[in-house]
């Protein structure tokens, strides 16, 4: 089946630096990357939509200058959490549609101290 | 716009008793309907989607039937296991592909 590799799925970072997570579609082509931000306990919160070769599209509230995204491929999607901050620990996960269907990365957990 | 509301629990429950999660959704048009589960430390995987009214989705013993008329995909499982323990998400997709999640079900079963 279809394959979504996350890293790192632990990233543990000072305050004030930049941290960058990928995601990769292994075995198909996705044309949309969607990332998602969950916080303890809670759902899943849509941040962007990135489609290959175009600048992602944010969701209201998230700031795009914080949370770049890269779409350079359809295979390769990346977040980077510029200037990160303790408010920015979280779990973000990516998820890949190819076709009619999304397969989920396997998540990361950043923690900012 | 598009929403989901689920039963958020937590749910516990004795091994092979019979469990339901209801998930009630609010779309226009006609969206594809999915429950994905997560299992502690791990991202989201999909469980089963149904993609049109009265289709009924299945895997590993979990069911769930697009119902229309009611907005509803509730999940259910006739006889849960230990290893079932995990957060179930109801989740909708409409014609812009994004997924609008439910809040979670924490579901934890006792041998």
């Known amino acids: 089946g279809a394959v979504v590799s996350q890293h790192p799925s632990r990233v543990i970072c000072k305050s004030g630096t930049s941290v960058k997570i990928e995601c990769r579609s292994l075995d198909f082509q996705a044309t949309t990357m969607f990332w998602y931000r969950q916080f303890p306990k809670k759902s899943l919160m849509l941040m962007a939509t990135s489609n290959e070769g175009s600048k992602a599209t944010y969701e209201q509230g998230v700031e795009k200058d914080k949370f770049l995204i890269n779409h350079a491929s359809l295979t390769l999607s990346t977040l980077t959490v510029t200037s990160a901050h303790p408010e920015d620990s979280s779990f973000y996960i990516c998820?890949?549609?190819?076709?009619?269907?999304?397969?989920f990365g396997s998540g990361t957990r950043l923690t900012v101290v | 716009g598009n929403s989901v509301t689920q039963m958020e629990g937590p749910v516990t429950l004795s091994e092979e008793a019979f469990l339901t999660i209801n998930c009630t959704y609010t779309a226009t048009g006609y969206p594809s309907l999915f429950w994905y589960v997560q299992y502690p430390g791990e991202g989201l995987q999909l469980l089963l989607k149904?993609?049109?009214?009265?289709d009924k989705g299945s895997n590993k013993g979990f069911e769930a039937t697009y119902r229309k008329e009611t907005t509803s995909f509730h999940l259910e499982k006739g006889s849960v296991q230990v290893s079932d323990s995990a957060v179930y998400f109801c989740?909708?997709?409409?014609?812009?592909?994004?997924?609008?999640f439910g809040a979670g079900t924490t579901v934890t079963v006792r041998a």
């Open positions: 149904a993609t049109k009214a009265d």
């Open positions: 998820s890949a549609q190819g076709g009619s269907y999304y397969t």
């Open positions: 989740a909708l997709s409409g014609g812009d592909y994004k997924l609008s």
